[in-house]
């Protein structure tokens, strides 16, 4: 399978937990994004890397969330202390960038977080 | 900030007619615009759209950027039901894309 691929589908949680998300990008991109997406909306910004480097974090995104991609593979999104309204789709794309272009901008099939 | 409205919010057609989705944008450091269908899962890839004026096509889906008047449109012919489904569209900007709320199309059979 070439494409992105997101861990695990489906995450149901009590609230106060954390909860961990997986996301390996397509091999050759350099560049990885999680979004998050709520009911209604779009898709929205959270963070973003070059290869290992962290460039950008929304400020959507609070203290209890971080993310990483130790070697400019796949990354983790994290969530600590989860709250109601932490439950969203959480979408991670990745592409090849660089010098303010971004091709092959392409998206997992995401992680649904339900926090109950 | 960056900001993307796209209209209608919602959109019912009957299968056969032809449909405009809208777009407009204010981004800094525009570089490009995509086109999204969303069903029930991940964003799927439609157009990317870089040159002003230069209709690009996909079977019975048109779309065409126009960056003086900072907007794109989506054209799509001939609906069928399968053309149900949420149409995203994002610029691409300060090196991330940025997200309409998208145009909710349903196509009646």
């Known amino acids: 399978d070439t494409g992105v691929s997101q861990d695990p589908r489906h995450k149901i949680t009590k609230r106060g937990q954390n909860v961990t998300f997986r996301c390996d990008p397509i091999?050759?991109?350099?560049?990885l994004y999680w979004y998050r997406q709520t009911l209604g909306q779009g898709p929205e910004f959270l963070t973003y890397?070059?290869?290992?480097?962290?460039?950008?974090k929304s400020r959507l995104l609070s203290d209890r969330f971080s993310a990483e991609r130790p070697k400019g593979s796949f990354s983790t999104l994290e969530i600590q202390r989860t709250e109601q309204g932490d439950s969203a789709m959480y979408l991670c794309?990745?592409?090849?960038?660089?010098?303010?272009?971004?091709?092959?901008?392409?998206f997992g099939s995401g992680t649904r977080l339900t926090v109950v | 900030e960056d900001k993307v409205v796209q209209s209608p919010l919602s959109l019912v057609v009957h299968e056969g007619d032809t449909v405009t989705l809208n777009c407009s944008y204010e981004?800094?450091?525009?570089?490009?615009l995509l086109w999204y269908k969303q069903e029930k899962k991940a964003p799927t890839f439609l157009f990317m759209l870089?040159?002003?004026?230069i209709e690009k096509k996909s079977g019975r889906l048109s779309s065409i950027l126009d960056k003086k008047e900072l907007s794109s449109i989506l054209n799509i012919t001939a609906t069928q039901t399968g053309d149900s489904a949420i149409y995203l569209c994002a610029p691409f900007g300060n090196e991330k894309l940025t997200f309409g709320t998208g145009t909710r199309l349903t196509i009646i059979p």
């Open positions: 091999s050759e991109h350099n560049r």
């Open positions: 981004v800094t450091n525009f570089r490009s």
């Open positions: 794309a990745s592409s090849l960038g660089g010098q303010g272009a971004s091709y092959g901008y392409t």
């Open positions: 890397f070059q290869n290992e480097a962290q460039l950008e």
């Open positions: 870089t040159s002003s004026g």
